[in-house]
């Protein structure tokens, strides 16, 4: 292939000559080597996941652990170890979080090498893939279609070379590269091939990069992550001022033993504290992550999994999604040629590209015999323009050039081959038209005038698993949308077999207006035809009408509307652009995979909605009990070992549970709303049944032990109605359901009749009277409980 110098007006369809000197060599090893001693590498920092040192930095300087551990140290000299266990508690779900956070860490690590982009260098004449963190400075690196541009550079070498710059510059039109042109990083080839310097490595090739990272990783919005923050930005507000009034009623106030007083108060600030709750996210993000891994699913971005489980549209391109990649030529219809000389022609154009598609990689297994024909000049394939061209000298002297691509884009409206590839579209077959051309490649109107020869008839593979998957969406109400480049008609025949049905539509008819294009997406199925730009516009059209969009594919063409997706999903065999943008990668290839990642994304959503409504029912009666204190002037009814047994029992330990089993849930919008919902009323609730078990106690009991007694009835309470709480929040029922909650109220009983744990958490109840009036105002709070979480969601409908 030719070096060339002219040029420089950016036309998509510009052909470049056929080289007849050779190539640069590139590096040798001693130059490499250099360069690897002198630190000029490609150390740029990898993507996929925190290193170790933020991961324990994030899990272990919180503002909650800050507030945790001042109040254990101080708990450790003025109160019995049973009194500090809270602290104990801390250090064990930080650990917890840690691990779990590294073994996702190690497993995005080992997936991301396997699905890591492998650039194409030559050095001493030879190319080989080497690791994107080996290159060095002046390494010389081959691009084609599909390939991403790695590092910053200078083109060396140019075959029909345009590259799209969008994502950097916003530039819609692909970029035709010369020989000296400048190449950046963050780009990607969308038709053509070449070679190119490498001019910057590294941390300051990686500089360069920020304003890509800015554009092209928009990270995915956790509605979880920013509900669960705006949650504890409130309890923040809250405990300040409950706990300043709690300090000044126990410890000034109230003149009880000054370690008690301090015991009684830190007893009613650590229950505010929701300290499990960003926990339990972190670990069913990093669990679902594991999970997926099992099934070779890379997530390049943690929330990506819960935006999945959001979407209500999906746009799937055709080929590599619904179909694999492979495609086989059925046969060739010549249209009044001979068809020997047809097969010759094919050949030809199968030997003129180095890196050809998948349409063409099937016409040269069929013919893979040039005979002799010598390339003279090339178009290479672009998705835009839909098809390819060369020319030839033949074996005979005589030259000729030829085009190859889509019949409706090469023909003319009213052509007799049209209406017999309408017919083989029907059937689900993909044809190409191969036409003689009249003008030279270089002219913009070559395909005017050229006669059509021969139909070249492909058959596409469908993946066996498409179907299934595709009734697995339409269960769920998520609307599958298929996007393709190719005729709408073979489109919609694919779709048909796997039982998509619905409206066809050719995008060339399609509005440019964003809200009439929305209307007719809307009412479409299958759109064929669709440019690469028009995808992007149609992500964006769906995205305005309300929509949350995931977006399918494998090619270039398919990167730009992969970026604007809500979620990218890219094939691990598709290109180095697509992996680089989305958030998913399949790299099973497997479509199938997709349903596994909504029920995790689903798992997640539903199960922190259940644990977090669990934790701020705490919060919120642990608020309320602290402001009745100062209101009654009374001592706070709790030591720390009380509430951190019933912490334990009604909310750590299910929480874990209940925060990582199954849930098929369909995803929620407003989840702040949604659990400020339940847990506003069933804290308030737990709250005053507690405070008035607490009351008639202290008129119930008289003597030196009263208070002991007073404390064990109010306990009682707020433990049957905080059990009362996770039945509720732990329906529908199951067996381990059922066997959890139950196992949770044995072991309460267990501390009631174990005379050693009696003395351990302060809890014995005296007498009769006291003890059934606690539980028959519980029974009356959990009957309250009912009442009003049913009005709730008869109300109000999120």
Not at 69 to 75: A, E, R, S, T
Not at 162 to 184: C, F, R, W, Y
Not at 379 to 394: C, D, Q
Request: charged share 20%; proline share 5%.
């Amino acid at each position: 292939m030719t070096h060339i110098d002219a040029g420089a007006e950016l036309d998509p369809v510009h052909p470049v000559p056929i080289p007849a000197s050779g190539r640069a060599r590139g590096l040798t090893a001693a130059e490499v080597a250099q360069r690897v001693a002198r630190g000029e590498v490609n150390d740029v920092p990898v993507r996929s996941s925190r290193s170790v040192r933020e991961i324990v930095r994030a899990n272990v300087f919180t503002r909650f652990n800050a507030i945790i551990g001042v109040l254990w140290l101080i708990m450790l000299f003025v109160a019995p170890f049973q009194d500090s266990l809270f602290g104990y508690v801390i250090i064990a779900n930080t650990g917890i979080g840690i691990f779990q956070e590294w073994r996702a860490k190690k497993t995005l690590d080992s997936l991301a090498v396997i699905g890591e982009a492998k650039p194409t260098v030559r050095r001493d004449g030879v190319a080989a893939e080497v690791s994107t963190s080996e290159i060095v400075l002046g390494d010389l690196i081959e691009i084609g279609p599909g390939d991403k541009i790695v590092v910053d550079g200078a083109c060396v070498e140019a075959d029909g070379l345009e590259i799209d710059e969008s994502l950097l510059t916003g530039e819609a039109d692909p970029v035709v590269k010369q020989p000296g042109d400048e190449v950046m990083s963050g780009s990607f080839v969308v038709a053509g091939g070449g070679a190119f310097t490498a001019t910057k490595v590294g941390r300051e090739a990686y500089a360069v990069q920020l304003a890509e990272e800015a554009s092209r990783f928009t990270l995915v919005h956790s509605e979880l992550r920013t509900g669960i923050s705006t949650i504890l930005k409130y309890v923040t507000w809250m405990m300040i001022p409950s706990a300043i009034g709690l300090v000044i009623t126990q410890l000034v106030v109230k003149e009880n033993d000054f370690k008690d007083s301090v015991a009684r108060t830190v007893g009613g600030i650590v229950p505010m504290v929701p300290e499990g709750l960003v926990l339990l996210t972190s670990v069913a993000f990093a669990i679902g992550v594991i999970r997926l891994a099992r099934k070779q699913c890379l997530v390049q971005e943690l929330p990506a999994i819960e935006g999945l489980a959001r979407v209500d549209t999906v746009c799937l391109d055709k080929t590599g999604t619904l179909t694999e990649g492979g495609m086989d030529v059925t046969e060739v219809r010549p249209l009044g040629g001979d068809e020997s000389y047809v097969r010759k022609v094919l050949g030809a154009l199968g030997e003129s590209d180095p890196r050809p598609n998948a349409s063409l990689q099937a016409i040269i297994d069929a013919y893979p015999d040039g005979e002799g024909w010598r390339c003279t000049e090339s178009l290479p394939f672009s998705s835009a323009r839909k098809y390819s061209g060369a020319s030839f000298s033949e074996g005979n002297g005589e030259s000729s050039t030829w085009l190859l691509g889509a019949p409706d884009v090469l023909l003319a409206d009213g052509d007799p081959a049209l209406a017999e590839t309408e017919r083989l579209n029907e059937a689900g077959l993909r044809v190409l038209l191969l036409s003689r051309a009249t003008k030279d490649l270089d002219d913009p109107g070559v395909k005017e005038g050229a006669k059509p020869t021969a139909l070249v008839v492909l058959e596409q593979r469908l993946r066996p698993d498409a179907a299934d998957t595709l009734r697995y969406f339409e269960e769920q109400d998520v609307r599958a949308k298929v996007i393709s480049g190719d005729n709408a008609v073979s489109v919609g025949a694919v779709a048909g077999k796997l039982g998509l049905s619905g409206t066809v539509v050719d995008a060339r008819q399609l509005p440019a207006e964003q809200a009439e294009m929305a209307k007719s997406l809307d009412e479409g199925t299958v759109f064929g035809r669709v440019t690469p730009q028009q995808k992007r516009d149609m992500v964006g059209a769906l995205q305005s009408n309300g929509h949350t969009v995931a977006m399918t594919g494998d090619g270039v063409n398919d990167v730009l509307a992969l970026k604007d997706a809500d979620i990218g999903v890219s094939m691990g065999s598709g290109s180095e652009a697509t992996r680089a943008v989305a958030q998913i990668v399949l790299l099973n290839n497997s479509f199938a995979t997709l349903p596994s990642v909504v029920a995790e994304g689903r798992r997640v959503i539903g199960n922190i909605t259940r644990v977090a409504t669990l934790f701020l029912v705490k919060t919120v009666y642990s608020v309320l009990l602290a402001i009745l204190v100062v209101c009654w002037q009374v001592e706070y009814p709790f030591l720390p070992r009380h509430l951190t047994l019933l912490s334990t029992l009604t909310i750590g330990v299910p929480a874990f549970f209940l925060a990582l089993a199954p849930n098929t849930e369909r995803a929620r919008p407003h989840f702040v709303r949604r659990v400020m919902r339940y847990s506003i009323p069933g804290g308030v609730i737990a709250a005053v049944a507690t405070f008035v078990t607490y009351l008639i106690a202290r008129h119930h009991y008289t003597g030196t032990d009263a208070l002991g007694a007073e404390t064990s009835a109010a306990t009682l309470t707020l433990f049957l109605v905080s059990m009362w709480v996770l039945a509720i929040i732990a329906r529908p029922y199951t067996w381990w359901r059922i066997a959890l909650v139950a196992t949770m109220g044995a072991g309460f009983l267990l501390v009631l009749v174990v005379p050693w744990l009696q003395d351990f958490f302060a809890l014995k109840l005296v007498g009769v009277t006291m003890p059934w009036l606690a539980v028959g105002i519980a029974a009356v709070a959990a009957a309250a409980l009912e009442l009003v979480w049913r009005w709730v969601d008869r109300r109000f409908t999120a």
